[in-house]
Protein backbone atom coordinates (compact mmCIF):
# COMPACT_ATOMS: atom_id res chain seq x y z
CA UNK A 1 0.00 0.00 0.00
CA UNK A 2 1.19 3.39 -0.36
CA UNK A 3 1.50 5.65 2.89
CA UNK A 4 1.47 9.20 3.53
CA UNK A 5 3.52 10.14 6.72
CA UNK A 6 3.51 13.77 7.95
CA UNK A 7 6.31 14.05 10.50
CA UNK A 8 8.50 11.60 8.94
CA UNK A 9 11.71 13.56 10.28
CA UNK A 10 11.18 12.65 14.10
CA UNK A 11 12.11 10.04 15.70
CA UNK A 12 9.21 7.99 15.10
CA UNK A 13 8.30 8.97 11.47
CA UNK A 14 12.01 8.16 10.67
CA UNK A 15 11.67 4.66 11.78
CA UNK A 16 8.80 4.19 11.01
CA UNK A 17 9.72 4.99 6.90
CA UNK A 18 12.51 3.08 7.50
CA UNK A 19 10.85 -0.33 8.40
CA UNK A 20 7.43 0.32 6.50
CA UNK A 21 9.87 0.55 3.43
CA UNK A 22 11.23 -2.92 4.38
CA UNK A 23 8.25 -4.14 4.20
CA UNK A 24 7.16 -3.56 0.69
CA UNK A 25 4.72 -0.54 1.34
CA UNK A 26 5.68 2.33 -0.87
CA UNK A 27 5.81 6.22 1.48
CA UNK A 28 4.92 9.01 0.82
CA UNK A 29 6.07 12.47 3.63
CA UNK A 30 4.46 15.89 4.17
CA UNK A 31 6.46 18.10 6.01
CA UNK A 32 7.71 21.53 6.24
CA UNK A 33 11.02 21.79 3.47
CA UNK A 34 10.49 22.91 0.30
CA UNK A 35 13.31 20.55 -1.04
CA UNK A 36 10.78 18.64 -2.66
CA UNK A 37 10.65 15.42 -4.84
CA UNK A 38 8.77 13.21 -6.63
CA UNK A 39 7.27 11.33 -3.01
CA UNK A 40 8.33 14.48 -0.61
CA UNK A 41 5.37 17.19 -0.25
CA UNK A 42 5.40 20.12 1.70
CA UNK A 43 2.70 21.62 4.20
CA UNK A 44 2.72 24.67 6.36
CA UNK A 45 0.07 23.96 8.96
CA UNK A 46 0.18 27.32 10.80
CA UNK A 47 -0.43 29.03 7.09
CA UNK A 48 -2.85 26.83 5.74
CA UNK A 49 -0.70 25.59 3.10
CA UNK A 50 -0.40 21.99 1.68
CA UNK A 51 0.29 20.65 -1.84
CA UNK A 52 -3.10 18.82 -2.56
CA UNK A 53 -0.75 16.36 -4.58
CA UNK A 54 0.16 14.29 -1.31
CA UNK A 55 -2.82 12.67 -1.69
CA UNK A 56 -2.08 11.10 -5.27
CA UNK A 57 -2.26 7.20 -5.08
CA UNK A 58 -2.49 7.15 -0.94
CA UNK A 59 -4.04 4.30 0.73
CA UNK A 60 -3.49 5.28 4.50
CA UNK A 61 -2.42 8.44 6.10
CA UNK A 62 -0.33 8.93 9.41
CA UNK A 63 -0.27 11.79 10.79
CA UNK A 64 2.39 12.00 13.62
CA UNK A 65 3.02 15.69 13.56
CA UNK A 66 2.86 17.72 16.79
CA UNK A 67 5.52 19.82 18.78
CA UNK A 68 8.02 18.36 20.98
CA UNK A 69 5.77 18.45 24.55
CA UNK A 70 9.38 18.07 26.78
CA UNK A 71 11.63 20.86 24.75
CA UNK A 72 11.60 23.30 27.38
CA UNK A 73 9.37 24.45 29.98
CA UNK A 74 5.13 24.99 29.66
CA UNK A 75 5.35 28.59 29.47
CA UNK A 76 1.64 30.05 28.51
CA UNK A 77 3.01 30.48 24.69
CA UNK A 78 4.50 26.62 24.79
CA UNK A 79 1.98 25.10 25.66
CA UNK A 80 -0.03 27.02 22.99
CA UNK A 81 2.24 25.93 20.29
CA UNK A 82 1.78 22.22 22.04
CA UNK A 83 -1.58 22.29 21.37
CA UNK A 84 -2.00 24.46 18.16
CA UNK A 85 0.26 22.58 16.59
CA UNK A 86 -1.55 19.07 17.11
CA UNK A 87 -4.88 20.94 16.12
CA UNK A 88 -3.70 23.04 13.18
CA UNK A 89 -1.84 19.84 11.42
CA UNK A 90 -4.89 17.48 11.91
CA UNK A 91 -7.64 19.83 10.70
CA UNK A 92 -5.42 20.91 7.71
CA UNK A 93 -5.35 17.01 6.55
CA UNK A 94 -9.37 16.24 7.26
CA UNK A 95 -9.89 19.71 5.27
CA UNK A 96 -7.51 18.56 2.54
CA UNK A 97 -9.08 15.28 2.50
CA UNK A 98 -12.46 16.62 2.19
CA UNK A 99 -12.25 18.94 -0.09
CA UNK A 100 -10.09 16.68 -2.84
CA UNK A 101 -10.86 13.77 -4.59
CA UNK A 102 -8.84 10.63 -3.06
CA UNK A 103 -8.31 6.75 -2.28
CA UNK A 104 -7.37 6.93 1.26
CA UNK A 105 -9.64 4.90 3.17
CA UNK A 106 -7.55 5.29 6.50
CA UNK A 107 -6.48 8.39 8.78
CA UNK A 108 -3.93 7.13 11.67
CA UNK A 109 -3.72 10.40 13.66
CA UNK A 110 -1.41 9.92 16.75
CA UNK A 111 -2.83 10.91 20.12
CA UNK A 112 -0.95 10.21 23.69
CA UNK A 113 -1.68 8.58 27.14
CA UNK A 114 -1.80 11.98 28.54
CA UNK A 115 -5.09 11.62 27.49
CA UNK A 116 -6.57 9.81 31.01
CA UNK A 117 -6.33 10.78 34.22
CA UNK A 118 -3.31 10.30 36.99
CA UNK A 119 -4.15 6.97 38.67
CA UNK A 120 -2.63 4.00 39.98
CA UNK A 121 -5.69 1.97 38.45
CA UNK A 122 -5.81 0.08 35.19
CA UNK A 123 -6.94 2.07 32.40
CA UNK A 124 -7.89 1.10 28.89
CA UNK A 125 -8.84 2.47 25.66
CA UNK A 126 -12.92 2.64 27.30
CA UNK A 127 -11.49 4.75 30.45
CA UNK A 128 -12.36 8.63 30.63
CA UNK A 129 -10.57 11.64 29.81
CA UNK A 130 -8.62 13.54 32.63
CA UNK A 131 -9.16 17.24 33.24
CA UNK A 132 -5.36 18.13 32.89
CA UNK A 133 -3.58 20.42 30.26
CA UNK A 134 -2.31 17.08 28.46
CA UNK A 135 -5.96 15.20 28.43
CA UNK A 136 -7.75 18.63 26.93
CA UNK A 137 -4.74 18.51 24.39
CA UNK A 138 -5.18 15.12 23.08
CA UNK A 139 -9.35 15.42 23.36
CA UNK A 140 -9.53 17.97 21.06
CA UNK A 141 -7.07 16.89 18.96
CA UNK A 142 -8.97 13.36 18.70
CA UNK A 143 -12.33 15.23 18.12
CA UNK A 144 -10.23 17.24 14.83
CA UNK A 145 -9.69 13.80 13.16
CA UNK A 146 -13.08 12.43 14.48
CA UNK A 147 -14.66 14.68 11.48
CA UNK A 148 -13.30 12.55 8.77
CA UNK A 149 -15.71 9.75 9.81
CA UNK A 150 -18.44 11.72 7.80
CA UNK A 151 -15.91 11.12 4.94
CA UNK A 152 -16.23 7.06 5.52
CA UNK A 153 -13.14 7.15 6.35
CA UNK A 154 -11.37 4.54 9.35
CA UNK A 155 -10.03 6.41 11.78
CA UNK A 156 -7.80 5.39 14.49
CA UNK A 157 -6.30 7.12 17.35
CA UNK A 158 -3.13 5.61 18.69
CA UNK A 159 -2.45 6.92 22.25
CA UNK A 160 1.36 6.01 22.87
CA UNK A 161 3.26 6.27 25.76
CA UNK A 162 6.44 7.08 26.71
CA UNK A 163 8.81 6.39 23.59
CA UNK A 164 12.30 4.67 24.64
CA UNK A 165 14.91 4.68 22.09
CA UNK A 166 18.20 5.43 22.92
CA UNK A 167 18.11 7.26 19.43
CA UNK A 168 15.78 10.10 21.26
CA UNK A 169 13.24 10.79 23.02
CA UNK A 170 13.26 10.44 26.90
CA UNK A 171 15.66 7.36 26.90
CA UNK A 172 18.57 9.29 25.11
CA UNK A 173 17.87 12.32 27.85
CA UNK A 174 18.40 9.63 31.26
CA UNK A 175 21.71 7.99 29.93
CA UNK A 176 24.40 10.37 30.89
CA UNK A 177 23.10 11.31 33.73
CA UNK A 178 22.77 7.48 35.18
CA UNK A 179 26.20 6.79 33.44
CA UNK A 180 27.26 9.59 35.79
CA UNK A 181 25.93 8.04 38.94
CA UNK A 182 23.15 11.03 39.12
CA UNK A 183 20.34 8.72 37.98
CA UNK A 184 17.48 7.90 40.57
CA UNK A 185 13.88 7.88 41.69
CA UNK A 186 11.55 10.76 40.69
CA UNK A 187 9.24 12.15 43.46
CA UNK A 188 8.23 8.84 45.29
CA UNK A 189 8.77 6.43 42.55
CA UNK A 190 5.48 4.84 42.71
CA UNK A 191 4.04 6.31 39.99
CA UNK A 192 3.24 3.94 36.88
CA UNK A 193 4.85 4.98 34.02
CA UNK A 194 3.57 3.19 30.70
CA UNK A 195 6.49 2.45 28.17
CA UNK A 196 7.09 1.52 24.53
CA UNK A 197 10.51 0.72 22.74
CA UNK A 198 10.70 2.63 19.30
CA UNK A 199 10.78 -0.83 17.69
CA UNK A 200 7.07 -1.28 19.35
CA UNK A 201 5.45 2.11 18.48
CA UNK A 202 6.47 0.97 14.53
CA UNK A 203 5.62 -2.11 14.46
CA UNK A 204 2.26 -1.23 15.96
CA UNK A 205 1.33 1.46 13.22
CA UNK A 206 1.91 -0.81 10.84
CA UNK A 207 -0.54 -3.60 12.46
CA UNK A 208 -3.09 -0.85 12.65
CA UNK A 209 -2.32 0.45 9.13
CA UNK A 210 -2.78 -3.19 7.85
CA UNK A 211 -5.57 -4.51 10.02
CA UNK A 212 -8.67 -2.69 9.22
CA UNK A 213 -10.99 -4.02 12.41
CA UNK A 214 -8.81 -1.62 14.05
CA UNK A 215 -10.36 1.68 14.96
CA UNK A 216 -10.71 4.41 17.40
CA UNK A 217 -9.09 5.06 20.21
CA UNK A 218 -5.83 2.38 20.70
CA UNK A 219 -3.44 2.45 23.40
CA UNK A 220 0.15 2.40 22.24
CA UNK A 221 2.12 0.97 25.37
CA UNK A 222 4.02 -2.39 26.77
CA UNK A 223 1.21 -4.44 28.15
CA UNK A 224 3.80 -4.09 31.18
CA UNK A 225 3.69 -0.65 33.09
CA UNK A 226 6.37 0.12 35.56
CA UNK A 227 6.52 2.38 38.51
CA UNK A 228 9.01 4.59 38.10
CA UNK A 229 11.52 3.12 40.79
CA UNK A 230 11.33 -0.33 38.85
CA UNK A 231 12.48 1.92 35.73
CA UNK A 232 14.86 3.61 37.56
CA UNK A 233 16.27 0.36 39.19
CA UNK A 234 16.16 -1.60 35.79
CA UNK A 235 18.15 1.33 34.21
CA UNK A 236 20.57 1.35 36.07
CA UNK A 237 21.50 -2.20 35.82
CA UNK A 238 21.73 -1.91 32.04
CA UNK A 239 24.25 0.52 32.96
CA UNK A 240 25.63 -0.82 35.70
CA UNK A 241 25.17 2.12 37.74
CA UNK A 242 24.00 2.72 41.49
CA UNK A 243 20.52 4.80 41.33
CA UNK A 244 20.93 6.36 44.84
CA UNK A 245 19.74 9.76 44.11
CA UNK A 246 16.06 11.16 44.50
CA UNK A 247 14.59 14.25 43.45
CA UNK A 248 12.05 15.35 45.39
CA UNK A 249 8.41 16.00 44.07
CA UNK A 250 8.64 19.69 45.10
CA UNK A 251 12.12 19.96 43.59
CA UNK A 252 10.99 18.63 40.36
CA UNK A 253 7.71 21.18 40.46
CA UNK A 254 9.46 24.62 41.64
CA UNK A 255 11.93 24.18 38.52
CA UNK A 256 9.72 22.21 35.66
CA UNK A 257 5.87 23.54 37.26
CA UNK A 258 2.99 21.92 35.76
CA UNK A 259 5.38 19.89 33.22
CA UNK A 260 6.72 17.84 36.26
CA UNK A 261 3.21 16.80 37.38
CA UNK A 262 1.62 15.59 34.01
CA UNK A 263 5.17 13.79 32.19
CA UNK A 264 6.87 12.52 35.24
CA UNK A 265 5.19 12.87 38.02
CA UNK A 266 1.59 11.46 36.85
CA UNK A 267 0.82 8.12 37.19
CA UNK A 268 -0.40 5.89 33.64
CA UNK A 269 -0.88 2.03 34.41
CA UNK A 270 -1.99 2.18 30.60
CA UNK A 271 -2.87 -1.06 28.75
CA UNK A 272 -3.05 -2.01 25.27
CA UNK A 273 -6.03 -3.97 25.00
CA UNK A 274 -7.25 -3.42 21.48
CA UNK A 275 -4.25 -4.69 20.14
CA UNK A 276 -3.50 -7.79 22.68
CA UNK A 277 -7.34 -8.70 21.41
CA UNK A 278 -6.22 -8.28 18.08
CA UNK A 279 -3.27 -10.62 18.12
CA UNK A 280 -0.36 -8.27 18.04
CA UNK A 281 2.80 -9.17 19.73
CA UNK A 282 5.38 -6.84 21.14
CA UNK A 283 8.58 -7.04 20.20
CA UNK A 284 9.23 -5.59 23.90
CA UNK A 285 7.14 -6.62 26.41
CA UNK A 286 10.02 -6.47 29.04
CA UNK A 287 11.48 -3.22 30.15
CA UNK A 288 14.26 -4.92 31.71
CA UNK A 289 15.37 -7.40 28.60
CA UNK A 290 14.35 -4.02 26.34
CA UNK A 291 17.13 -1.74 28.40
CA UNK A 292 19.96 -4.79 28.22
CA UNK A 293 19.10 -5.37 24.60
CA UNK A 294 18.67 -1.31 23.65
CA UNK A 295 21.80 -0.64 25.57
CA UNK A 296 23.99 -3.35 24.72
CA UNK A 297 24.33 -4.78 27.79
CA UNK A 298 22.64 -8.02 27.35
Known amino acids: MRILIAGASGLIGSALKKEAISRGHTIATLGRSTKNGADSFHWDPNKGLIQKECLNDVD ?11 SSIWTQAKK ?3 KNSRIDATKLLVETLRSNSHQVSTLINASAIGFYKSSDLEQNETSEAGTSFLSSVCTEWEQEANKAKELSIRIALPRIGIVLSKKGAALEKM ?17 FWSWISLQDVVSSLLFIAENRS ?24 ALSRPTIFNVPSFLLKLILGEMADELLLASMK ?12 FIDPDLQDFLKKELGKS
Open 60 to 70: VVINLAGENIA
Open 80 to 82: NSI
Open 175 to 191: ILPFKLCLGGMLGSGNQ
Open 214 to 237: LEGPINLCSPNAVRNKDFTKALGQ
Open 270 to 281: IVPNKLLSAGHD
